[in-house]
């Protein structure tokens, strides 16, 4: 049967919000970028179609509140959801990561030919989500910082803007290089290739749930026979 | 080579095509038997002669022009050109041939014949006396070599240079005395001319009717002035007769804009040069500056005051700039545009990131690429980069803090002399002008052109080479994993 043959994973909210995420990062991502390699020639000319850097700037400002308000929009429901509706906080880092980060290894190097069973989300996920929530609160942080630098040094220390300077550049590179590896995991890695469309469609093929979810699975199908 | 070419008028350069042809047809004709016969045994100036060394011959041009063909053949013997033969220029022509030529004009006939020179003197239009004549519409007649040499008298080098001394001559005969001028409005001005001063001038070697044009032997118009200022304005056009770039650079400043608006204190070229006691101003930097300092007074007492002031008169420094190493000594622009403003950090930089210069005077020479890594100057530097687009619309350009909105302009001082608490106090003013309500804490977030180092900043330093460690952890570590992956499936395929 076609519909047994494939498994919901991500409902329409989360495919929504990841594509905003997409859309809004890389826009972040271009017109910050070529603000700080401003003396290369295709900067140049993007900064000048724009209309000149103090519009570059303003954009850049404008949808930095767009990621804020998806930020928190993300963290308020969740925590709803989480406290009062039983949703599981499958994010979470536990102890079986560590395990199951220390048996992909041992797979890696050869040592086993068993894969590590993950649950909803793999380690690797867990640390792409994670490494991507801290980069944005952190950026965000320095961002606004940045922006009203005579309202903050009113009440902390002057050496915030630089510190915030600092900061606001090395963790877009840091968010940047998060980036690249989650293309790769969902585009390039081999058990994926050519993509893995479950965060389009929102359906995985059950055949890949055993094989990279398998304890969720088990717990699906639990859930199923006990509801039946 | 391509510059050259562009450089030359384009009537001028047409011209040249022409003679580029003679000089590629000419050989056919000479190397015939005959006429290299002819022509090795050297009786040809002779046979020309025999003709052209009489009076009363004529050549018509086809509008009724005419003129003498007649050559003296002692004066010919004296030139310059005395060993060349008649045939060499007058490329046709031989004992045996003489091609019958027409013209529409005499200068038809000038501008075909001036080609021969090009055979030999070739590279002259790239000399700088006859370069000035290239750009000008207004010197074409100066483009026609026999205009200024004389075609068959010509001495080597200087014009007609025994008529130069005569015409001198003729001129002081009346103005060695003291005569005077006046004016519409009943002032008076001296037009004795002073030979010992005009000797030790630059322009000793001219002659009189170069600069004053329109004068000679022959004529002496009387002209009418309102006052000396309007003979100096009509006078100062004079010497962009020979000084063309000087004279296009002072066309941008700010003095020919403040002129062409009927300023009557703008200076000319004689303002600040003189006139017939011309001297070079060459390295000396503290006439310069007092030249300036003639007009602009109250900008020169704030200056001499300065660092840079107080080294340059008391000191004699050479190091230091005076009002034309910033503000430049012909194109002055107007230092208020933005244009000005955002090239200062380069002004500066010139002699600010030297480190010949700074290391004299134990300063830093990160002063400007630090300026320039910030946010002021990264702005800057952008605006600089988007200039040739924007520059239609210059209000556009928010305006940026640069050296001179903390250091001042002209009254600079040195900051080693004051405590950490009055320099802030003073940055902060300087702050205030654009970032309004600032406190005190603001100013720390400028390191003061230093860069972060462990013993200056300890926590700028710890996070920014945090950051750098943890990036470049984190890139081998996802490195690793991507390749383990890939290799791993490559194994159990």
């Known amino acids: 049967m076609h519909t047994n043959d494939k498994i919901r994973r991500f409902s329409i909210y989360r495919i929504i919000e990841h594509l905003l995420l997409f859309i809004i990062v890389s826009c972040l991502i271009l017109t910050g970028f070529i603000q700080k390699f401003y003396t290369s020639d295709i900067a140049t000319w993007i900064i000048v179609n724009f209309g000149g850097i103090d519009i570059t700037i303003l954009v850049h400002r404008c949808i930095g509140i767009l990621l804020i308000i998806l930020f928190l929009q993300h963290i308020f429901f969740n925590v709803i959801a989480i406290i009062y509706y039983n949703m599981e906080f499958s994010m979470l880092i536990n102890k079986d990561d560590f395990h199951n980060f220390i048996k992909d290894f041992k797979y890696y190097m050869g040592k086993t030919n068993n894969r590590a069973e993950n649950d909803r989300y793999t380690y690797r996920q867990k640390f792409e989500y994670w490494g991507v929530f801290v980069s944005i609160s952190l950026l965000a942080l320095s961002g606004i910082i940045l922006w009203f630098p005579t309202f903050f040094t009113a009440y902390f220390p002057g050496l915030i803007i630089p510190i915030a300077k600092i900061v606001h550049f090395y963790q877009a590179i840091i968010l940047l290089i998060i980036i690249i590896s989650h293309i790769y995991n969902a585009i390039f890695n081999p058990d994926v290739i050519p993509l893995d469309s479950s965060i389009i469609t929102g359906y995985l093929s059950r055949e890949r749930y055993i094989k990279e979810h398998l304890k969720e699975y088990k717990r699906k199908i639990k859930e199923k026979r006990t509801k039946d | ?493």
Not at chain 2, 375 to 396: A, D, M, Q, V
């Open chain 2, 1 to 493: 080579m391509k510059a050259i070419f562009k450089n030359l008028h384009p009537e001028f350069l047409r011209h040249l095509k022409f003679g580029v042809c003679y000089i590629i047809i000419f050989p056919l004709f000479i190397t015939t038997p005959e006429s290299s016969y002819a022509e090795k045994n050297s009786t040809i100036n002779e046979n020309c002669l025999a003709c052209h060394n009489k009076r009363n011959q004529f050549k018509i041009f086809e509008n009724d022009e005419k003129i003498e063909v007649y050559v003296n053949s002692e004066k010919y013997l004296q030139s310059a050109h005395k060993n060349l033969k008649c045939s060499e220029c007058h490329v046709t022509f031989t004992d045996k041939n003489h091609p019958e030529r027409r013209y529409r004009t005499y200068n038809q006939y000038k501008i075909m014949s001036s080609h021969v020179c090009n055979n030999c003197h070739y590279n002259i239009l790239n000399e700088k006396t006859h370069k000035n004549f290239i750009n000008k519409k207004e010197y074409e007649d100066f483009l026609i070599c026999t205009n200024c040499h004389s075609p068959h008298y010509t001495v080597t080098g200087d014009i007609l240079y025994s008529e130069r001394e005569n015409d001198k001559k003729y001129c002081l005969s009346c103005h060695s005395k003291g005569i005077e001028i006046k004016f519409l409005n009943n002032e008076k001005l001296s037009i004795k001319f002073n030979m010992q001063e005009f000797k030790n001038s630059v322009h000793s070697e001219i002659n009189c009717t170069e600069c004053h044009f329109g004068f000679s032997q022959e004529y002496h118009p009387i002209r009418y002035f309102k006052n000396r200022r309007n003979l100096s304005v009509a006078n100062a056009e004079v010497c962009r007769r020979c000084h063309f770039d000087k004279y296009t650079m002072y066309q941008d400043s700010i003095h020919s804009q403040l002129l062409s608006k009927g300023d009557e204190r703008v200076p000319l070229c004689t303002n600040c040069h003189g006139y017939h006691g011309i001297q070079k101003f060459g390295k000396e930097r503290v006439k310069i500056t007092k030249k300036c300092g003639e007009c602009h007074k109250e900008v020169y007492e704030v200056y001499a005051k300065s660092i840079h002031g107080y080294a340059l008169f008391d000191e004699h420094n050479k190091d230091v700039p005076n009002c034309i190493d910033c503000h430049t000594s012909h194109k002055i622009e107007d230092p208020l545009s933005k244009k000005f403003t955002l090239h200062i950090p380069e002004m500066c930089g010139k002699c600010h990131s030297n480190e010949k210069i700074m290391n004299k005077y134990g300063l830093s020479t990160q002063v400007v690429s630090t300026y320039l890594s910030d946010f002021h100057g990264k702005r800057l530097s952008i605006y600089l980069n988007e200039l040739p687009e924007i520059s239609n619309n210059n209000n556009n350009i928010k305006e940026i803090a640069t050296c001179v909105n903390c250091h001042g302009i002209h009254n600079i001082t040195s900051t080693r002399t004051l405590d950490k608490k009055t320099l802030k106090e003073k940055l902060v003013k300087a702050c205030k002008k654009c970032h309004h309500n600032v406190t005190l804490n603001f100013t720390d977030a400028w390191l003061s052109h230093y860069i972060p180092t462990f013993q200056k900043n300890p926590s700028l330093f710890i996070i920014l080479w945090g950051y750098k460690i943890f990036i470049i952890a984190l890139v081998i570590g996802i490195l690793l994993q991507v390749l383990l992956s890939i290799w791993r499936y490559a194994i159990s395929r």
